[in-house]
T-cell receptor, first 116, second 116 residues
Framework: GESVGLHLPTLSVQEGDNSIINCAYS??????FIWYKQESGKGPQFIID?????DKRQGQRVTVLLNKTVKHLSLQIAATQPGDSAVYFC???????????????FGKGTHLIIQP | KAGVTQTPRYLIKTRGQQVTLSCSPI?????VSWYQQTPGQGLQFLFE???????NKGNFPGRFSGRQFSNSRSEMNVSTLELGDSALYLC???????????????FGPGTRLTVL
């Protein structure tokens, strides 16, 4: 069935290194993708988004890449810091009709651990 | 601008009871969505309200309901609580300027519901 999934449940990187978190989606109708970061005891925090008419989008220390051919989404975090430790979720729209803020479909999440 | 706020932050109920959770969106945001987060199922879309009307709905039983007020504040209600309803309930708001154009959803800290 339709799903958004992440390839790895846990990713451990050294402080200062770059991190890449991957996500596969299966809904061809999705036209909007978002990455959220969730720290313990908090709600998901918006990081960056990308629409299906783009392949790449950059933010501050983060880059999202979208490959529609293989339905793959990735989040790159440059020069990781201790504060980047969290669970990262990819999410997509496209499942529901009605327009506006359609319900997002979330992946299971990747726990990013920053080693000192 | 103040973020999305949710009350209460923590709640303990017993099976069979009902519960009402409250969400105040970011000022100017007209759409409010609700999600359930559990370790097993992850983040799942419950429903979305816009202009006091439920616009989208996820795959949850009728025990889960909600409403939105004229000031965009929203409440969700769960009746006849079951043990499996224990979860973090998250509210997200977005501006939602036009139908068919997905706006970024910003999440609140959530309400942690425990059903005993």
């Amino acid at each position: 069935g339709e799903s958004v999934g992440l390839h790895l449940p846990t990713l451990s990187v050294q402080e200062g290194d770059n991190s890449i978190i991957n996500c596969a989606y299966s809904n061809s109708a999705s036209d909007y993708f978002i990455w959220y970061k969730q720290e313990s005891g908090k709600g998901p925090q918006f990081i960056i988004d990308i629409r299906s008419n783009m392949d790449k989008r950059q933010g501050q220390r983060v880059t999202v890449l979208l490959n529609k051919t293989v339905k793959h989404l990735s989040l790159q975090i440059a020069a990781t810091q201790p504060g980047d430790s969290a669970v990262y979720f990819c999410a997509e729209n496209g499942r529901y009709t009605g327009g506006g803020a359609d319900g997002l479909t979330f992946g299971k999440g990747t726990h990013l651990i920053i080693q000192p | 601008k103040a973020g999305v706020t949710q009350t209460p932050r923590y709640l303990i109920k017993t099976r069979g009871q009902q519960v009402t959770l409250s969400c105040s969106p970011i000022s100017g945001h007209r759409s409010v969505s609700w999600y359930q987060q559990t370790p097993g199922q992850g983040l799942q879309f419950l429903f979305e309200y816009f202009s006091e009307t439920q616009r989208n709905k996820g795959n949850f039983p009728g025990r889960f309901s909600g409403r939105q007020f004229s000031n965009s504040r929203s409440e969700m209600n769960v009746s006849t609580l079951e043990l499996g309803d224990s979860a973090l309930y998250l509210c997200a708001s977005s501006f939602s300027r036009t139908s068919g154009d997905t706006d970024t959803q910003y999440f609140g800290p959530g309400t942690r519901l425990t059903v005993l």
